[in-house]
């Protein structure tokens, strides 16, 4: 545009002011492009960091059984190869020679777990292998007699001090056990409370009083209620230490205010003329909410309770105080033995000084975060699918 | 007998009873009304009013008996528990169906018990408060009946050491005497806190404006939710990623000037917990200046400012209690966070002003303090509990003040989604 200074309407500063506009508008474009890639970074960095953990490696061995083998299986290997092979795989040697008497006098082929060490050289890692078994790692992988195969101990294996023997499973079935009870609990109770708050309490200075209070909860630091899991359920009704039991019931109070407040907004969601029909019809109360208000706000209500579902699940901090974080090397089956759950056995690897451990945390983040993500997925869906425009 | 079995037999016994029962009371009520009287309720509604009055005496006999039981106030068999309680069921049940005529108002007495239990459920929600509140309170008065609170509050040294070999029973004269001084961990709290809030205060709102004044709905219906993905992510991944990606490159970063970090410094801690923080302040500004008139941006235009001017001198200033109240609970959130700074953060308490060095917080010495096999009631144990209650008061006030700051910003503009 051509610069009429002697117009009328010519302002002197307007050049200046446009330009400062400009930048205004870029700078919030970069806040949010900036957000975005944090976003994008962590998880790029956390799959690049987890995804070889899905593979593990196995070396080639043949084994001649007599009875020397079969007296001791830990002299069976010279010293470099007892270097490169997973004690775990060794310690099972035994139990699997017993199980076979058929195979003394004979020559058989296996492919026996790689330790952590040189599956970590493997995977192009640090490690701290000799340079000798490097060298010998080289050779074994160009006779294929080294290959990477998905990582089944992962998902199938409970926790382990060895690190390639360690994995996700006991995590994964104490996460669903601990959920299991905080569904339970937290949604009964939690829906009671909204249908008795939205429909049936008089709106007075103590209604007023109860939903600030509960607003308040939903956002107090999780670690209190570790603090009362700990002081109330362990140390005065006595719940077993580190079991889905107290986990969940601590978890349970945890997701109750999410799910009060998210059923009372699906309640109050649902057009007050649904509500005078029936009352018009001459239905009590209950039968109105029951038969015509929960059916219309159930969507609502199951989205809301996913979300506190995925939330309670990823959850540490109050597990922590609750003792699980107890080292769980096998799944566990009921409700008050000692258990740990996905994001506890992430912090205790985390903690641990080997290297290896480092992507098999990495890789338990990825299994979390996926059933996090595809929960929250769920919901929207659910939310998107069921939703009733009024 | 196992716990597996007694559930059974409970149970068991317990469904098929209320499904007895509620065939009597229907069938009683059906027969009446053969008679030709006609019933105050319908026919279903003896039913359900049946089995609701079988069902509770015997739930509730059942209950007080398995707390009688924990307490050890009085040790009833089990077994005996059971048959007593399913016997209970089965006298309601007897009572009831005699005294069901046709005008018993069946449809009042189910929404009366229904309603009751309604407010049962609602006081399980309200004692969550008080119980966390007692249980802190009542262990923090433990602790400062052996420490004195004005030594917790202003003493510049945290030394438990000896407190941990009390807990272990092998204190003794020799020793000296703990000291629970918590103003380096308050301080090393607040300064995380507030690199935090400089990291996600400005991203967080500037995002806000993007998302609320420049994009289009398209573009904003992406940004939203993918943001919000920021806010699902489980704290532990947080702290991990803290650790293992952003304290190296931290330390790497300062000593190319020469200057070195820790590992564990406090930078890196505020720097992901800010990370974690965008989408709260972002989402909740967003809501915000979303919520500011129309009319009002269209009288500023008209007067001649453009969209920026606008923005900074109009919009801002009209939701700057919902943009304070955001910023608010984004610090609330800051205060409590456990995983991060257990993770990435240090376990010594440092009184120093170099974001550098490492620093401690009241959650990291609260699980620090948990963690381990102290005796419950040694005085490091209970420290945990004088800093949680600390924690829960400080954000109590905080969430208060947000919660009322934004609801009396949306009752200004006449929204109401909080």
Redesign the interface.
């Known amino acids: 545009m051509k610069k009429n200074i002697n117009s009328n309407f010519y302002i002197p500063q307007i050049e200046k ?2 330009r ?6 870029y ?6 492009i ?3 890639s ?2 994008g970074f ?1 998880l790029f ?2 799959v690049k ?1 987890g995804y070889p953990a899905f593979q593990q490696s196995y070396i080639k061995v043949e084994i001649k059984f007599d009875e020397e083998t079969a007296s001791n299986p830990y002299g069976i290997f010279d010293k470099t190869m007892s270097k490169l092979i997973s004690r775990a795989w060794l310690r099972s040697l035994p139990q699997k020679i017993a199980k076979n008497p058929q195979w003394m006098g004979t020559t058989q082929t296996f492919w026996a777990l790689l330790n952590a060490e040189a599956d970590q050289h493997i995977k192009g890692r640090l490690s701290r292998l000799d340079d000798s078994l490097k060298i010998k790692i080289e050779e074994l992988l160009l006779k294929e007699e080294i290959e990477k195969r998905l990582n089944v101990i992962f998902f199938f294996t409970g926790d382990s001090k060895i690190p390639e023997n360690a994995g996700f499973y006991s995590a994964i079935i104490g996460s669903i056990l601990t959920m299991m009870v905080t569904m339970t609990l937290a949604v ?3 829906v ?2 909204a ?3 939205e429909e ?2 008089p709106d007075n200075k103590i209604t007023q009083i ?1 939903e ?6 939903a ?10 899991g ?3 359920f362990i ?1 005065f ?2 719940v077993p230490r580190s079991s889905p039991l107290v986990g969940g019931m601590t978890l349970a ?1 945890m997701s ?2 999410i799910i ?1 407040v998210s059923s009372k907004a699906a309640l109050k969601s649902v057009p007050a003329s649904i509500r005078q029909a029936g009352y018009g019809l001459g239905l ?3 039968q109105v909410t029951k038969d015509h208000v929960l059916p219309l706000a159930f969507p609502g209500i199951l989205t809301g309770s996913i979300i506190a579902l ?2 309670a ?5 109050p597990l ?2 609750v003792g699980m ?1 107890a080292f769980v090397p096998d799944a566990v089956t009921n409700i ?1 033995s000692a258990a740990t759950v996905m ?2 056995q ?2 205790t690897w ?2 641990m000084p080997e290297r290896a451990y ?1 992507e098999k ?2 890789a338990g ?1 990825i299994v ?2 996926s059933v ?2 595809s929960l ?1 997925t769920m919901a ?1 869906i659910l939310r998107k699918k069921f939703e009733v425009k009024w | 007998m196992s716990n597996d079995l007694l559930f059974l037999l409970f149970f068991g016994g317990f469904i098929p009873i209320l499904f007895i029962a509620y065939i009597v009371g229907k069938s009683k009520a059906n027969k009446i009304s053969a008679q030709g009287v006609t019933l105050h309720s319908q026919a279903s509604q003896y039913g359900w009013l049946t089995a609701l009055y079988t069902g509770l005496p015997a739930i509730t006999f059942a209950t007080t008996g398995i707390f009688l039981y924990l307490f050890d106030f009085y040790l009833i068999p089990p077994f005996m528990l059971i048959a007593s309680a399913l016997g209970l069921a089965a006298l309601t049940l007897f009572i009831v169906t005699q005294n069901i005529k046709a005008t018993t108002k069946a449809r009042d007495l189910i929404e009366n018990v229904l309603k009751n239990i309604l407010i049962l459920a609602t006081l399980i929600s309200i004692l969550t408060t008080f119980g966390i509140l007692f249980s802190i309170i009542f262990e923090s008065l433990h602790f400062f009946q052996r420490e004195s609170i004005t030594g917790f509050l202003f003493g510049t040294q945290w030394n438990p050491d000896t407190a941990f070999l009390e807990g272990a029973s092998r204190g003794g004269e020799d020793v000296a005497n703990a000291q629970f001084g918590a103003v380096p961990i308050f301080a090393g709290t607040f300064y995380i806190t507030l690199i935090a809030m400089a990291v996600a205060v400005p991203i967080g709102l500037f995002s806000a404006i993007y998302m609320s004044e420049y994009a289009s709905l398209k573009v904003r219906n992406i940004i939203k939710p993918t943001l919000e993905i920021l806010a699902g992510i489980p704290t532990v991944v947080y702290g991990f990623f803290a650790a293992i990606t952003v304290a190296p490159f931290i330390v790497d970063v300062f000593a190319i000037f020469g200057m070195t970090a820790s590992y564990r410094s406090a930078l890196g801690a505020g720097i992901v917990m800010g990370i974690m923080i965008i989408p709260i302040i972002s989402s909740l500004s967003d809501d915000v200046i979303s919520a500011v008139p129309q009319n009002v941006r269209n009288g500023a235009l008209a007067l001649g400012m453009n969209k920026a001017e606008t923005i900074k001198f109009v919009v801002l200033p009209s939701a700057m209690p919902g943009i304070i109240a955001a910023t608010l609970l984004g610090v609330s959130r800051a205060l409590g966070e456990t995983m991060i700074v257990v993770m990435a953060a240090s376990l010594r308490p440092n009184l120093t002003m170099n974001p550098l060095e490492d620093m401690t917080t009241v959650t990291v010495k609260i699980v620090e303090a948990l963690v381990g096999d102290q005796e419950f009631d040694s005085s490091l144990t209970l420290s945990a509990f004088a800093l949680g209650f600390v924690l829960f008061v400080v954000t109590l006030i905080i969430n208060i003040v947000s919660i009322t700051t934004i609801r009396r910003f949306h009752q200004k503009y006449k929204i109401s989604n909080l």
């Not at chain 1, 700078?27 to 949010?32: E, F, I, P, Y």
């Not at chain 1, 699940?313 to 901090?317: L, N, S, V």
């Open positions: 002011r446009n400062l506009a400009r930048r205004f508008k700078t919030t474009l970069a806040a949010v900036l957000s975005l944090f976003l962590f960095d956390i960091t009964p109770i939690g009671m409370t249908i008795y708050l049936f309490a109860i600030v209070n509960i607003n308040n909860l956002a107090i630091p999780s670690i209190l209620f570790g603090l009362l700990l002081a109330i140390n009704f006595g109070l109750l205010p009060i009590t109360k209950w995925a939330q699940m990823g959850e540490t901090a922590i105080i974080i008050t994001p506890a992430i912090f985390s903690g480092i945390t990495a983040i979390l975060l996090l993500i929250n929207v």
